[in-house]
């Protein structure tokens, strides 16, 4: 059964720093797509970053571009979410999620495409 545990979110000052976790089993990455979306209160789930294995290709969107990096250990089955820069818009639950047969554009901008989540951690950047 596809999972995935989120881990590494918690709270921290604007301009400071997190990396978030997302630890895929009864999977391997090589076959999917993997996102992170974030929802903030009283907004949409949005996408923040998708990668896909089978190409290497990445997306981010535009508010965490130069930012936020993704990247991915297929030993371990982990994807990761560097977050820098932080800001107080950032804030929100993020969420990991996989989809296989979908470019990363698609993923990222599409969230209803998406059938496999985890349950989110909760960044907030607040001084």
């Known amino acids: 059964q596809l999972q995935l545990v989120e881990s590494g979110g918690g ?10 976790s997302c630890a895929a089993s009864g999977f ?6 993997i996102g992170w979306f974030r929802q903030a209160p009283g907004k949409e789930r949005e996408g923040v970053s998708c990668i896909k294995s089978t190409d290497g290709s990445t997306y981010y969107a535009d508010s965490v571009k130069g930012r936020f990096t993704i990247s991915r250990d297929n030993a371990k089955n982990t994807v990761y979410l560097q977050m820098n820069s932080l800001k ?34 909760q960044v907030t950047v607040s001084s």
């Open 88 to 121: 107080p818009e950032d804030t929100g639950v993020y969420y990991c999620a996989a989809q296989s047969w979908i470019t990363v554009r698609h993923m990222c901008n599409i969230p209803q495409y998406v059938k496999s989540w985890g349950q989110g951690t």
């Open 28 to 33: 391997t990455l090589d076959n999917y797509a």
């Open 11 to 20: 709270l921290v000052q604007p301009g400071g720093s997190l990396r978030l």
